[in-house]
């Protein structure tokens, strides 16, 4: 069972779409008018999915879905009347896992909302394995250029400044990373 935020400017739609999420097995964590201070209300509410029902995403919908989900991202869906290819691609931009056009069917109510949890969670995760891969490159750029600095500095070939570092991460017991960085910011210290 998810708890899903429901945001949606007319109380009549909201209450339709609380039945279909009740049909569906979720529970409504909460029901909102507007994304009005969005972040602080996912903050205090912390619901597992957030569903908008609107003609179409604003611009302050869309800004505030984009500051929510640098800070606390969550599977966020769209049902919208108007769908043109410009605000669609904002709405992904921003962070929006589906974005349905014709407004809400509650008998689709729960498949679109397994695909967005499930196209959510595969972002996310190469959201991870990207942000690995740029943690990865950056220490070993870091690691080349102290190892540089070595080998100008020592007169060592690279396999000695790699040992050298190494030996120093060991001793120190940090990575070999931060002993790099370390030895890059003494050298601009002393130069």
Do not use: W
């Amino acid at each position: 069972m998810l708890r899903v935020l429901v945001i949606d400017e007319s109380r009549h739609r909201a209450a339709e779409i609380c039945a279909g999420l009740a049909l569906a097995g979720h529970q409504v964590a909460a029901v909102l008018s507007d994304v009005t201070h969005l972040t602080a209300q996912i903050e205090s509410i912390r619901p597992d999915v957030i569903l908008i029902e609107t003609d179409s995403p604003s611009r302050d919908t869309l800004e505030n879905l984009a500051v929510m989900n640098a800070a606390m991202p969550r599977p966020v869906i769209i049902f919208a009347h108007e769908g043109d290819a410009t605000t669609i691609r904002a709405a992904v931009k921003a962070g929006v896992a589906a974005y349905v056009v014709d407004g809400l069917d509650a008998g689709r109510l729960k498949s679109v909302i397994d695909v967005a949890v499930a196209s959510f969670e595969e972002h996310q995760s190469v959201r991870a394995e990207l942000a690995t891969a740029t943690k990865k490159l950056s220490e070993r750029k870091v690691i080349e250029r102290a190892k540089g600095l070595l080998m100008k500095s020592r007169g060592l070939d690279e396999a000695a400044a790699h040992a050298a570092l190494r030996k120093l991460a060991m001793e120190r017991a940090k990575p070999m990373a931060q002993v790099a960085q370390d030895l890059i910011d003494m050298a601009k210290f002393l130069l």
